[in-house]
Every structure is written in C-alpha cells, then in structure tokens.
C-alpha cells in the first residue's frame, strides 16, 4: 500500500506541467457547443499539440505509434490536464480510446499504419457504430447486415447514439455477417468494419438529447459498399475483436472526471458560503458526505490503476464498481448543487444546470447500472446467470 | 504508486484470518451470544493473551520495543480481519495503549498505573475506551484500565474508577457490554464539551485541576497520562458546531483519528465478510425451482453491497496510508455505511432466516451499530469533510 510516486512518475509530472504552463494558452478560444466543425477544429488541434510535445497515444503499446507508458503515469498525465484546465479528449475519444486500441492489438501492418498515425496526429476523427435501436444493452443481438460483393461488404441498416458522426471521418461499425439463429450463440457472426462516414449511402440524423444539445446521432446505412480490406480481424469474429479493446482500459476512464467532481464539489461548498446556506447544517453535511464519495472514487481510481500496473491488463473487480459508484455520485453532485442553486436551478443557462441534465445519462451510457451490476453479480460475485 | 498490498500485507492478512479461523472458530462465537449473557459476554483472557502474543496490538509497537514494528496500513489489515471474524473486545483502544505506552507517550505515573498499560502490547490488560464526546463504553466489566480522552489530554485510569460510576445498559449487541457513563447522563447537549472531560461530583465552576475523567482516583493510583503535550483547544471542528470543544490536534485528536481509523477496519471486514455470507445464500437457497441469486432483484442487492465495501476499502487504506484527518473521516463514514447497510440487505437476502438469532447476520448489523456510533460517527465526518471543502480548494482529493 504506497500512495507515494517513484522519481520517474514525479519527474514525468513535473515535465507535463511545465509544457501545459506553456501550451494552454496558445490555445484558441473554445468553440460553440453547437458548433461541430468548430469544435472538430479545436479538438485536433489540442490533439496536435499533445502529438507535436510527444504526449499522443500515452496508453497505446509503442510499436503502435504510442508512447507505452505505465497506468500511473497515464493517470499522472490525466490528473494534471484535468487540473490545469486543458481541452478534454472530444472529437479524439472513440479513435483514441477505442478504435485506435482495436486496430493496434488486431489490424494487418498496412491498417495500422494506414490508420493509427492519423488519430494520434489529429487528422482524422473517428466515431462508434455498435448500438441500434433494438440492441443497446444486448448489443450482440445487433442486425445491421453486411452481406459480401466481390470485394465489398454490402451494409443496410441503422445505428445509434453515435457521438461525433456529423464530423467523423471514419465508424469502427459492428455489423452482422452470419444470421441470427437459434443454432449459434448471437456473439458469433459479427464483424468488425471500417466504414468511411463520406460513402454514399451513409446517413447522418443528429439527436437531440434532453439537455437539448445534439451530442448523439443516429447513422442510417442503406447498401453502403465497404471495401474488405477494411475488416479488422475474421470475418465473424468482431465481437472478440471489439473486447480486446477492453484489455487497454486501465482504470484511468474518469481520472478528469473524479478530478473534476472534486472541483465542483469545492465550489458549490463556496457558493452555499458565500450564499448564506452553509448555516444549514442538512445542506453542509450533504456536501460533507460527497467530499466523502468523492475521496472514495479518487482511491478507488488509485487501487484499480495499480492493479492493472501490476496484472498488465483488464482491472478485474474494479471496472463495474466504478462505474457504479460514479454513475450514482456524480448524479447526487449535481442533485446538490440544484439545491445550492435554489430557484437559479431551473435556469437552463447556468452551467451546473446543463451538466445536471447531462448527468442523467451516466447511469445509462457506457453500460447501465443495471448491465453493471449484472456483471458484478454474475462475473465478480459468482451467482447464477441471471433471469 | 503502487496501491495494492505488498506480499507481507497479504500474507499478514492471511495470516491474521487463520489465526482466528482457529482460536475464534463460530462456534465460540455462538457460545458467547448464546450462552448466559453475563458470562458470554466477558471478554476471554486467554484468547485476548494469544492474540497479543501473535502481536495483534503490538503491529505498531517498534521492534526495539518488542512490537513489530509495522505502522498503521498492518494494523489496519488486521482490525479489518478482526471485524470479519466479529471478535469481541475493546481492540481499538487496547492496541492504542499499547502504541502509547511503548513509545513514551504516557508519562510516567506511579508503578501501579505503569502496570496497567504494560501488559496491553502482550494482550494481558484489557483496557477500554472513555471519549468526552459521550458514547458509551464498551466491555467495562472486563477491562483493567481505560484509555480516557479529554478534549486534549489523554489519559489511562483503572477500569474501577469508571465503572462503580457508570451504569450498565442492556447491550443491542449480545457480544458487546456497554455501560452509559455517569457524566453524560445529566450534562445538557453542548454543555459538557465545554469542559475538557468529564468531572464527577466536581462543583460547578470548580476549575479542573486535570484534563481527562477524574474519578477520585482511587486506591493511591494517580492516572497514567499523555506526555504533555499541550494545545490550545481549538473549539473547531467541521462547522464550529458539531464538534465544539474538541481540539483538532493535540494527543487526543490523533488518538480519536486512530481509533477511528481501526474501528472503520473493522467495518470494512464486517461488510466484507456479510456480502460472502449472502452471496452463499443466494447460491443455495432455492426457491422457485432456482437459487434465489440467479433472480436479478437479489442479484442487484448483493451486486450494491460488494460496491459499498470495496468503496469503503479503497478509502480506509488510503487513510492508513496518509493519515490525514480527511481521509480518516472519509473511511470511518463510508465504512460505517458499508458495514450497516451491508448487514441490513444481507438480513435481507436471507429472508425470514435473517431475523432469528441463530443466523449471524444480526449480529453483523447489531456491531455495526455499536462501532459506528464509536469515535467519529457520521454526523462529525460529515461536518469535517464540508470543512475541508472549503479550506482545502485546489489540493489533492
């Protein structure tokens, strides 16, 4: 049990936050929220000054273009950039996060360098094709067809909650090439695609979300042709391929998100201060108790970094208790502060405002609570498959 | 960084838990609760002597002083063993006396004072806990001294002096005798912090000649008392409210921090160990034609219960790490909630089960009771940590 940081984790910390004093404020003004090639604009180009200081791809193995550094000094690299108020990952999230990590562990040496150098650089921006309307939580059940033409896959269908689509270049697309039937399990017969978002046939419809931003679309396919050597991985075997993304989360997933509760909670505690409402004492041991969630999902952030620094690999346990614990937190955040707000709480303008109806999605997006504690269950706890 | 346990922590750990797998099996656990509630209740010497000898309250101890010489994260991995198992005693405050009297932080009082706080690194005192703040005392009848905290001054007086004083109380917790300590009884809320701990019989507006419970010391025994370390008192908890009168730092602040920390331990290995208990259950209670885990309404229980200790873990030993009062706090709430809301859903999973005595689980939850209104209880973490919301902005989670 050592919290203390070796020389190499300090030095790196030290050095990062001598370039962010430098680079943040050569940064231009942040663009629109509404305001989609602005902010493509913007994020590529926060991903360019990270590329061109040698900070792209951290996470990623270096043979990949990446810098292989270790859990911690990732979670180093996070804190710090949380901290110092730098751009977070945008428009860079799904080809950093995701595909990227895919076509690093699964692609032929021609589709990494074909792809890879791009999302590290900024150049290209890619987007996520898995979810359908018939299958969010079940997303192996999933019925986008691609059905093979000479040296095309031919793909009909619909996605949705795609973040990103209208600005994307690229959608890593799960799609189905062997029928659902009751002989095979519905995991098999899936296939990993590139698609290219510019290919005829590709519709893009944003959504709107409760918070009345468009941050989602829905994807329409309608006999859009992608070229086979876009397929990463066998034929019918996406679904492994798309796990093997997992094995590159660390436990670093919401390092600025925990950073950034911290923040947050430190500033409703001033505002009710400065407000009159820290005489209450419901109101002041409220915020008490979150300082205590908070420190609680900082430890955990910790004790799952160093697990997966120490298994190289897919923090067991601490994924879904994370994200469960988070999810909850960062909802009675935001609960709190409408209640430090009072009356301004119904003032859509305000941002604590926006980011309590964003909040709602946590518990739903990336995995439901519900899915989660059906992994915990199941996988940690050993019960039963459930019914 | 490197958060996990080493291989000494989990070997320690391990070790601690087949200790008591074998010297504190369940049946002697049941024999206590189930026997006569007088006798069962008494704390066992020997079990308490072979615990002491396997060095449970001498882990801090420095080796030249024939401890161990491991720190607060060890102490902590065994408390939270202790909690798993249930075992019963004053374990807290017998290893801080322990701590205490072998590093020269109790001053040197006569000989006979001396010998009461001696033996507690070797488990042959018991020696229980009086905290200003007026929470009752536990295993009084079975304790040789008590560890007394003022508002700043600590102090060890023989268990005697206490207990002709206090009354005993009939006990939720069967394993757990508690006795309501005279001055807490009749002083108004608020009033009594004012002073620096409680003073029997002593006139009001007669100025304490000392700092911690005087009980007229009898027999000649002058108390054991704390190097002095003087500090002001501070009068500021969280708010200014919750807490007045009780100093933030001095020597009993951070024995108050300690044995918060120990006693969040064993809440985290009594969470722990109630969420293995209803996981077996709902594997092999069958209802239905399936086990009962296999329906997702049970499922989601147990699934809350495993977040709510490995929340609590992650935060208890980062306090044993840091020691910082913050964190401290932060681990004995989270883990009072954990160990009480583990046991209230475990009840739970076990049905009708859960509500008869011959089941653990109550008294799983009937402990979690008693430890979470020990030391620092939720109301006084809450207030600390609102507190360092607004004094500590911009520094580390």
């Known amino acids: 049990m050592d919290l203390a940081f070796t020389e190499d984790e300090e030095d790196f910390r030290h050095r990062l936050r001598a370039w962010l004093a430098d680079a943040l404020p050569k940064l231009p003004d942040p663009p629109h929220p509404a305001d989609w090639p602005g902010r493509r604009a913007y994020d590529c180009g926060w991903q360019r000054m990270l590329h061109d200081a040698g900070y792209a791809g951290l996470h990623w193995p270096e043979d990949a273009g990446g810098r292989g550094v270790t859990p911690t000094q990732h979670l180093i690299f996070l804190e710090e950039t949380e901290r110092a108020g730098a751009p977070y990952v945008g428009a860079g999230f799904v080809g950093l996060l995701h595909a990227g990590p895919t076509i690093a562990a699964e692609g032929t040496p021609e589709q990494r360098a074909r792809w890879l150098p791009p999302i590290l650089r900024g150049d290209e921006v890619w987007c996520q094709g898995f979810s359908e309307p018939d299958a969010g939580s079940d997303l192996a059940s999933l019925r986008t067809r691609a059905v093979r033409d000479g040296d095309a896959y031919v793909i009909s269908g619909s996605k949705i909650w795609t973040s990103h689509a209208e600005i994307a270049d690229w959608c890593e697309l799960l799609v189905r090439t062997a029928p659902l039937n009751a002989d095979t399990p519905k995991h098999r017969g899936i296939t990993w695609l590139a698609m290219p978002m510019d290919a005829p046939g590709v519709t893009v419809r944003p959504l709107r979300t409760l918070a009345g931003t468009a941050e989602f679309a829905e994807v329409f396919l309608d006999e859009v042709r992608v070229p086979v050597t876009n397929r990463v991985g066998a034929e019918n075997d996406g679904w492994r391929v798309t796990m093997v993304t997992l094995s590159f989360e660390r436990g670093t997933a919401f390092v600025g998100e925990v950073v950034a509760c911290r923040r947050v909670l430190e500033a409703l505690a001033r505002t009710a201060k400065a407000g009159g409402r820290w005489d209450d004492a419901v109101l002041r041991r409220r915020l ?42 960062r909802q009675e955040l935001y609960e709190a502060a409408a209640e430090v707000l009072g009356p301004d709480a119904l003032d859509a303008g305000q941002e604590w405002v926006a980011d309590r109806l964003s909040s709602l999605s946590y518990t739903i997006a990336a995995g439901t609570s519900q899915i989660q504690r059906n992994i915990v269950a199941e996988r940690i706890l050993g019960l039963p498959k459930g019914r | 960084m490197d958060f996990q346990l080493t291989d000494d922590q989990r070997a320690l750990k391990a070790g601690m838990r087949e200790l008591l797998e074998r010297r504190f099996p369940r049946s002697r656990l049941r024999a206590a609760v189930d026997g006569e509630a007088e006798r069962g209740a008494e704390v066992d010497r020997e079990l308490w002597r072979e615990l002491g000898a396997a060095g449970l309250f001498a882990l801090r101890v420095p080796e030249s002083a024939g401890g161990v010489g491991l720190g607060l994260p060890e102490a902590v991995l065994a408390f939270e063993e202790a909690g798993r198992a249930l075992l019963p005693g004053p374990l807290a405050a017998t290893e801080l006396t322990a701590h205490l009297s072998a590093a020269g932080r109790l001053a040197d009082g006569d000989a006979a004072a001396g010998s009461l706080v001696a033996g507690a690194v070797r488990g042959e005192t018991v020696v229980t806990a009086l905290d200003q703040g007026g929470a009752l005392v536990e295993h009084l009848a079975s304790a040789d001294a008590v560890l007394a905290l003022g508002a700043t001054a600590v102090e060890v007086i023989p268990a005697g002096a206490v207990a ?3 009354e005993s109380i009939r006990s939720v917790d069967p394993a757990t005798p508690l006795h309501r300590p005279a001055p807490y009884r009749t002083a108004p809320h608020g009033a009594a912090p004012q002073r620096e701990a409680p003073q029997r019989g002593a006139p009001h507006g007669a100025a304490p000649q000392r700092e911690a419970p005087q009980r007229g010391a009898p027999h000649g025994t002058a108390p054991t008392r704390v190097a002095p370390q003087r500090t002001a008192v501070a009068g500021t908890g969280a708010s200014g409210e919750a807490t007045t009168g009780v100093a933030a730092s001095g020597p009993a602040a951070r024995l108050r921090r300690e044995a918060a920390l120990l006693t969040a331990a064993q809440q985290l290995g009594s969470a722990s160990r109630t969420v293995e208990l209803a996981v077996e259950h709902a594997k092999r209670r069958t209802q239905f034609g399936r086990p ?10 147990c699934a809350g219960m495993l977040v709510r200790a490995e929340s609590a873990r992650s935060v208890v030993y980062a306090a044993a790490v840091t020691e910082e009062p913050g964190d401290i706090a932060a681990a004995k709430l989270l883990a009072d909630e954990a160990a009480v809301r583990n046991a209230r859903d475990c009840l739970q999973v076990h049905g009708g089960m859960g509500f008869t005595w011959e089941s653990d689980v109550h008294l799983h939850l009937k402990r979690a009771w008693v430890r979470a209104g020990q030391w620092q209880c939720a109301a006084e973490a809450e207030e600390e940590l609102a507190a360092g919301l607004l004094s500590t902005v911009g520094a580390c989670l």
Request: aromatic share 10%; glycine share 12%.
């Open chain 2, 292 to 301: 009962i885990g296999a329906f997702q309404a049970v499922q989601h229980l």
């Open chain 2, 164 to 166: 002709r004083s206090a």
């Open chain 1, 288 to 329: 008490g108790r979150l300082a205590a969630e908070c420190a609680a999902l900082w430890r955990l952030t910790q004790w799952n970094v160093s697990e997966a620094q120490r298994t190289g690999g897919v923090p067991g346990v601490g994924g879904s208790v994370f994200k469960l614990r988070f999810s909850q937190v």
